[in-house]
């Protein structure tokens, strides 16, 4: 599956983007789809995953309460909805999905064998 990321730009501290990450080559069916970001001189970090049959999902501490990951199987894309946006929010953000993503795992890079081509992220104090 090849996966489109978009949605990214420059946003006021305390504002809000929503990012989409679009298959194409397959649907998401049977996939977990997870939202990484890495900002400069940092490891790529794991930020959001949601399992496409069950729609269960999961989000890392730092962004819980603020970012949102949801899925529209008829559009084939998956969102992350970034509100009350935090300087520290910048970053290249990156979408990822993989068939055979184990629940212990949902939060790890080397997880994922699909990746977006990555966004960015700036968010201004």
């Known amino acids: 599956v090849q996966l489109q990321a978009s949605g990214g730009g420059l946003a006021q501290a305390g504002g809000s983007l929503r990012l989409s990450c679009a298959a194409s080559?397959?649907?998401?069916?049977?996939?977990?789809v997870g939202w990484f970001r890495q900002a400069p001189g940092k490891q790529r970090e794991f930020v959001a995953a949601?399992?496409?049959?069950?729609?269960?999902?999961y989000h890392t501490d730092s962004v819980k309460g603020r970012f949102t990951i949801s899925r529209d199987n008829a559009k084939n894309t998956v969102y992350l909805q970034m509100n009350t946006l935090k300087p520290e929010d910048t970053a290249v953000y990156y979408c990822?999905?993989?068939?055979?993503?184990?629940?212990?795992?949902?939060?790890?890079?080397?997880?994922?064998?699909?990746w977006g081509q990555g966004t960015q992220v700036t968010v201004s104090s």
């Open positions: 990822a999905a993989s068939r055979s993503v184990i629940l212990s795992q949902v939060a790890a890079v080397g997880a994922y064998n699909n």
């Open positions: 080559g397959r649907t998401f069916s049977g996939y977990t």
């Open positions: 949601i399992r496409i049959n069950g729609a269960h999902t």
